[in-house]
């Protein structure tokens, strides 16, 4: 019987074998014996209640579900795995959900993660990725990456996250410009092109929606314009390697036979990965502009306010932040290969 068991049973029989005594002398008498005040009064209140000294079966404190057995279960439920969620995972436990997640938090290293979107890539993209990186990780681990990359604004941005929900008391009342996002059939957009490195930004170029960058527009305003000028101001030195995507006009003869001439240092078409983002860091910079561009709900209201909310949102990043994002290249890199 444990301490707390022989306790109640003593206070219990002293209540029963004098009938008269006052509470306070009950709580005194047992108190020389080192036991809790407050103890004691609930023991003499659960015996004046009529309550048992056994605890009756089902009642009291739950048992302990976290056993290596229910643990085991619960990682081997949710570990790796997507389409369950804490509620699914309580009912087939029989369990509350919060016990679910206490048990993943405190016993397991399981976590809970958005997913990424990624390009279909077909079955040869695939095959192809990791040896590709693999190269150019080998062959230019001594460089800087400077990449490229262009990206569309639209004059709204609901799929922005925050901009696509909003609170209210009542749906009814809530104003039509707060509940529902307008959006145009054809709606007008901006398309910009900048470069990064670990060093630096490029300065921005923007070509209205309709205007698309085909080879001769991207090798004089992007290439010789923007991009020489970025790598004479910071990589001088020529530790340098500049990263296209696999677009047609990147690598058009035009544009390659001018940086062929020029000496300017570039992977090669046929070791480039197709469809892999991921090993890409500016397109998490294009994510880090848009939310400065659309933040608050932000929309424009003709394309010339968005170039200029785009020049504005441009000035004020955290270029150190966007710096940091383009060194990340390596490691990605070395991940994937």
Not at 17 to 30: A, G, L
Not at 48 to 59: F, N, S
Request: charged share 30%; aromatic share 10%; proline share 3%.
């Amino acid at each position: 019987m444990s301490t707390h068991a022989n306790i109640k049973t003593r206070v219990y029989k002293f209540l029963s074998d004098n009938p008269e005594v006052k509470k306070v002398d009950v709580v005194s008498h047992f108190l020389k014996e080192g036991c809790h005040i407050s103890t004691l009064y609930r023991y003499i209140k659960l015996y004046e209640a009529g309550t048992q000294v056994e605890r009756k079966k089902g009642t009291g404190r739950p048992i302990v579900f976290s056993t290596k057995a229910k643990v085991k279960k619960i990682e081997k439920m949710f570990n790796n795995r997507d389409g369950i969620s804490l509620r699914k995972a309580a009912s087939k436990l029989k369990c509350h959900h919060q016990t679910v997640k206490n048990i993943l938090k405190q016993h397991t290293n399981i976590k809970c993660y958005q997913k990424r979107q990624i390009p279909k890539r077909t079955e040869a993209q695939k095959k192809a990725a990791r040896p590709k990186c693999k190269k150019i990780f080998e062959r230019f681990k001594s460089y800087d990456f400077i990449l490229d990359d262009e990206s569309y604004f639209t004059l709204s941005h609901t799929t922005q996250s925050g901009n696509d929900r909003f609170y209210s008391s009542d749906r009814e009342k809530t104003p039509n410009n707060v509940k529902y996002s307008e959006k145009s059939k054809f709606e007008s957009k901006v398309l910009v092109w900048l470069a990064i490195s670990n060093r630096g930004v490029s300065k921005l170029f923007m070509v209205p929606s309709g205007l698309a960058i085909n080879q001769h527009v991207y090798l004089k305003e992007c290439i010789i314009k923007r991009l020489v000028s970025f790598i004479k101001k910071h990589h001088q030195n020529g530790d340098y390697v500049f990263w296209p995507d696999l677009a047609s006009s990147h690598y058009a003869k035009s544009v390659t036979n001018w940086m062929d001439k020029k000496n300017v240092k570039y992977v090669p078409k046929l070791i480039n990965p197709a469809n892999l983002p991921e090993a890409r860091p500016i397109e998490d910079f294009w994510a880090y502009l848009k939310t400065l561009v659309y933040q608050n709900n932000w929309q424009a209201k003709n394309v010339k306010q968005l170039r200029r909310r785009i020049k504005w949102a441009y000035s004020k990043m955290d270029k150190s932040f966007v710096q940091r994002l383009a060194a990340d290249t390596k490691r990605r890199l070395e991940k994937i290969r």
